[in-house]
Structure formats: structure tokens, C-alpha cells
């Protein structure tokens, strides 16, 4: 699963630069304490959860594509 993440990064990096901070958290270990709203959710999705801007988006598989469409959504609304 992090290496499928950090192709996700890479492509996400490729498209929207600096624009786009990208972070793997293994949900197995201690550093899902930094993440208290995605912990108390785990028990109800599949994972991978793709998490935009601290809000679950996608869970049970990553897309680029929909991520990526996700954050253009997010660009514009805020543009």
C-alpha cells in the first residue's frame, strides 16, 4: 500500500506542484494519534482513505483521477 501511495504522491506532485502537500500515515502505528477525526472513523471504511484538506473524501481504493478532480473542485471553490 505505500508504495501504490507514493506513486499517487508522485502523480499528484506532477500535477499540482507545491500546491498539493502529500502524506502517508500508516494507520497501524502511533503516528494515527496526529490524526484523532481519521481514527475515530476507521472501524466504518475500507482502506486506503484518502483524507483532502483534514475531510475523508475516498476510501477502499486510490485513484488519481478522482483525487485529482477532487482538489481541482477544491482549487475552484476557493479560487
Avoid at 483534514?54 to 477532487?70: D, N, V
Amino acid at each position: 500500500m505505500k508504495e501504490e501511495a507514493a506513486e499517487l504522491g508522485t502523480e499528484l506532485e506532477k500535477t499540482f506542484g507545491s500546491e498539493v502537500a502529500f502524506k502517508f500515515v500508516d494507520v497501524t502505528t502511533p503516528d494515527i494519534k496526529e490524526y484523532p477525526q481519521v481514527a475515530s472513523i476507521l472501524s466504518r471504511v475500507r482502506l486506503p482513505l484518502t483524507v483532502i484538506n483534514g475531510q475523508p473524501r475516498f476510501h477502499g481504493g486510490l485513484s488519481a483521477e478522482m483525487i485529482g478532480e477532487a482538489i481541482k473542485e477544491l482549487q475552484q471553490d476557493n479560487g
